[in-house]
């Protein structure tokens, strides 16, 4: 298609004119009308910028079509689908795989499964290992998908229309893949980060059978499991998450902690483009933006930039940013202290981060007063969920964890959002243990928190107010 017309989901007015050609690349509930009819049909899309960056909130758009071009194919990109910071129109195209009918979707979901998850399980795991254990197969179990099993079937109903409606796949002896094989060959892939050909040999597969395989759960997840990751959206499940931050160190209306964290790649001179996503510590990166509630999990990300961008730079680029600094976020009337003081919403941050009336940072300097020792302390302690959240998702999903061969950039942004939703699939399930994670919060080896030296002053002024009720509660 071409020459659209943009505007943001219902809440929103921002509306824009985009010329050019663009390819529709996640289609959802559409209908294409013939051109020679009058008006123009919605659609609900998913764009991505140029650069491949994925920005902003999980907001459809409507788009209105001026003129049709015939649609060669769908390139499926794009996760969180909402407006990009930059947009330029995407070449390439993937051919459409044929739908299969149901009779033969039916047979392939039974497949090696037929009897059920723990049938399944038993059988699979003799073929990767040998006889699992009795006593110690949920603990297997666990280790192998970084999930339950409650948890595994739960995400196989979630992607079976997809993966199922499509083109089937066998192991390497000819016999078909079921769809739970399907959904473990891409867990493991994605939870291990073992290349394509190890997971190959693992499950009997060949190693291009694993690409597609795992590229095709990419999608699935992407369009079924977006309501995964979203911004709180009642005012009990935003209270719910204040009182929790509340509980840690004491800190009143505080909806959210953001980090950033770097995503590593192993390019060669000959990629092109290769010095723009050189980082300052020379390394080939991607940045990963979250913000994360008090159960770790993830309620707003940004992904897509090159790691060589500061953590100020990536906010300002956010959907999220323009939704706060429009006052259409973080916007509840201020919560009344003991002392009269009006402290509105806000998410809290390192010292990368600036100062603003909704983003509240740690005191800078050595020579501090004793109550902002004090409130640094607290913020340090309830920021550490951010950081937790992000080792635990590189911890559990370790495609995303170690330098990645010369990864396809356009492509890399899905497979980080993807395992963001997984991520928060395993929490929202309340698995046992979920609590459990790694050790060390460090999901950043090798890289200094950076210094954002902007200061809003009437952010300041509320800081400090905030900082004397925490003092006084802690002398009270």
Not at 138 to 143: E, H
Not at 303 to 323: C, E, R
Request: aromatic fraction near 10%.
């Amino acid at each position: 298609m071409a020459n659209v017309t943009m505007k943001q989901s219902a809440e929103l007015d921002a509306i824009m004119s985009l010329p050019g050609r663009y390819e529709i690349i996640s289609l959802i509930w559409a209908f294409l009308l013939d051109p020679a009819l009058q008006g123009a049909t919605e659609l609900k899309v998913y764009l991505v910028g140029g650069q491949g960056q994925v920005v902003g909130d999980p907001k459809y758009f409507r788009v209105q079509i001026s003129y049709y071009l015939p649609l060669v194919g769908f390139l499926g990109f794009n996760s969180i689908g909402f407006f990009p910071a930059l947009m330029a129109p995407l070449r390439g195209n993937k051919k459409k795989r044929k739908v299969e009918n149901k009779d033969e979707e039916n047979s392939l979901v039974s497949g090696s499964s037929e009897d059920g998850s723990s049938s399944w399980w038993n059988a699979f795991s003799k073929k990767i290992s040998g006889s699992p254990s009795q006593s110690k197969g949920l603990d297997k179990f666990k280790s192998t998908f970084q999930m339950s099993r409650n948890t595994f079937d739960y995400i196989c109903s979630l992607v079976k229309d997809h993966m199922m409606a499509k083109t089937h796949f066998s192991f390497s002896n000819g016999k078909p893949l079921s769809l739970r094989d399907q959904v473990a060959l891409a867990l493991r892939r994605l939870s291990s980060g073992n290349s394509l050909i190890s997971i190959g040999d693992l499950f009997g597969a060949h190693h291009s059978t694993v690409s597609q395989v795992t590229w095709r759960f990419i999608e699935a997840i992407e369009e079924n499991g977006l309501h995964h990751l979203r911004w709180p959206s009642t005012e009990r499940e935003m209270a719910e998450i204040k009182t929790k931050f509340e509980k840690i160190r004491g800190l009143p209306n505080c909806c959210g902690a953001i980090d950033t964290t770097h995503i590593k790649m192993m390019l060669t001179s000959s990629d092109q483009g290769a010095d723009t996503w050189l980082d300052r510590k020379e390394n080939h990166s991607m940045i990963l933006q979250v913000i994360v509630d008090s159960d770790l999990r993830f309620r707003d990300i940004v992904t897509g930039w090159p790691g060589k961008m500061n953590d100020y730079s990536v906010l300002q680029s956010s959907n999220f940013f323009k939704l706060c600094e429009k006052g259409e976020r973080l916007n509840v009337e201020k919560l009344t202290l003991l002392e009269q003081t009006g402290v509105g919403e806000y998410i809290i941050g390192d010292t990368g981060y600036p100062l603003l009336p909704w983003l509240v940072t740690p005191y800078q300097g050595k020579q501090l007063s004793e109550s902002k020792v004090e409130f640094n302390e607290r913020l340090f302690a309830t920021h550490i969920v951010a950081k937790r959240a992000l080792a635990r998702l590189k911890e559990g999903w370790k495609m995303i964890q170690g330098d990645m061969w010369r990864p396809d950039k356009h492509k890399l942004p899905r497979f980080i959002f993807v395992c963001c939703i997984l991520h928060n699939i395993v929490i929202d399930m309340e698995d046992e243990d979920s609590d459990e994670g790694p050790s060390s919060h460090h999901h950043d080896p090798g890289y200094r928190d950076e210094v954002c030296e902007f200061v809003d002053e009437s952010a300041s002024n509320l800081r400090d107010k905030l900082s004397m009720h925490l003092s006084g509660s802690l002398h009270s």
